[in-house]
Nanobody
Framework: VQLQASGGGSVQAGGSLRLSCAASGRTFENWVMGWFRQAPGKEREFAASITWNLGTTSYADSVKGRFTISRDKARRTVYLQMNSLKPEDTAVYFC????????????????????WGQGTLVTVSS
């Protein structure tokens, strides 16, 4: 599985960005796709995830209500729409994936995902 993240950039607080993660290499039925982020000097943390089949979503409390994860099966792409951005959202964002039957709500750790893309930097200025 190859994952290619894009869409990062610099934005002022209150602004919006949309990240994309293009997936290739296989079919993605029964897969969970996720976004993690890593701020400078901090550990990588879960942001959001979505099941490929049904589009069921899960969010970290820190982004709930501001970020929306979605997927386009035809384009084999997962998106992270980020609105009302805050300086504390500044981080390198990574997309991840795993074929699993686990409940999406339990998949919050890096070790829960087996495939990773390169990161894309999001900088939010105050």
């Amino acid at each position: 599985v190859q994952l290619q993240a894009s869409g990062g950039g610099s934005v002022q607080a209150g602004g919006s960005l949309r990240l994309s993660c293009a997936a290739s290499g296989r079919t993605f039925e029964n897969w969970v796709m996720g976004w993690f982020r890593q701020a400078p000097g901090k550990e990588r943390e879960f942001a959001a995830s979505i099941t490929w089949n049904l589009g069921t979503t899960s969010y970290a409390d820190s982004v709930k209500g501001r970020f929306t994860i979605s997927r386009d099966k035809a384009r084999r792409t997962v998106y992270l729409q980020m609105n009302s951005l805050k300086p504390e959202d500044t981080a390198v964002y990574f997309c991840a994936a795993r074929r699993t039957v686990l409940s999406i709500a339990t998949m919050r750790a890096e070790s829960d995902f087996s495939s990773w893309g390169q990161g894309t930097l999001v900088t939010v200025s105050s």
